[in-house]
């Protein structure tokens, strides 16, 4: 007995758009995707200009945005997942993020 394996070939991002709640991300195969932002904490709490700083990744596989060190998979996106982040990492990474803000007020005021 044998068993056959389907392989399934996933659609490209090709480009994409971020409000203040929604992810939409444009497939090859004419899809477009949307998510709410909340699955995706790192997005959530972004700049605006954080959030237009993304390129693709694999060729299309993916997204990432360096500003903040996420990267969001097509294969995730359409299977439904949100990050998979802990709240631990997190918490750490808005931390970071929160003390340096701090010191960059902190600057401008001196």
């Not at 203040?20 to 790192?42: A, M």
């Not at 299309?60 to 990267?71: P, T, V």
């Not at 993020?97 to 001196?110: I, V, Y």
């Amino acid at each position: 007995m044998s068993i056959s394996v389907i392989e399934i070939e996933l659609p490209l991002a090709e480009g994409l758009k971020i409000n203040e709640d929604t992810l939409s991300v444009d497939l090859s195969d004419g899809r477009t995707i949307l998510v709410p932002l909340v699955w995706f904490p790192r997005l959530t709490h972004a700049t605006a200009k954080e959030r237009k700083n993304w390129r693709l990744i694999g060729k299309g596989h993916g997204i990432h945005w360096d500003d903040l060190d996420e990267d969001i998979s097509v294969e995730g996106l359409l299977a439904g997942r949100p990050s998979s982040e802990s709240q631990d990492s997190f918490k750490r990474w808005l931390g970071k993020r929160e003390s340096l803000a701090s010191r960059r007020a902190a600057k401008r005021r001196a």
